[in-house]
């Protein structure tokens, strides 16, 4: 019992904690970017990065 209930509780606490801190981080980052002319550009850039970087890694990736 205690233990469950405290333990269970705890998770919960940490859960809510750790949610908030990226909740309010990805806050600050939109704020940023809506307030920034240059972020539309580096937002292409870098998600035409990811997606050549994606498509590098399906050319040379092994089949098992």
């Known amino acids: 019992t205690l233990q469950l209930v405290t333990l269970g509780g705890l ?5 809510i904690v ?26 292409a850039r870098g998600s035409g990065a990811v997606l050549v970087g994606l498509g590098v890694a399906a050319l040379f990736g092994r089949v098992e």
């Open 11 to 15: 998770f919960i606490a940490l859960g």
């Open 18 to 43: 750790s949610d908030g801190a990226y909740a309010f981080g990805a806050g600050a980052i939109a704020d940023w970017l809506r307030h920034h002319p240059g972020s539309g550009r580096l937002r």
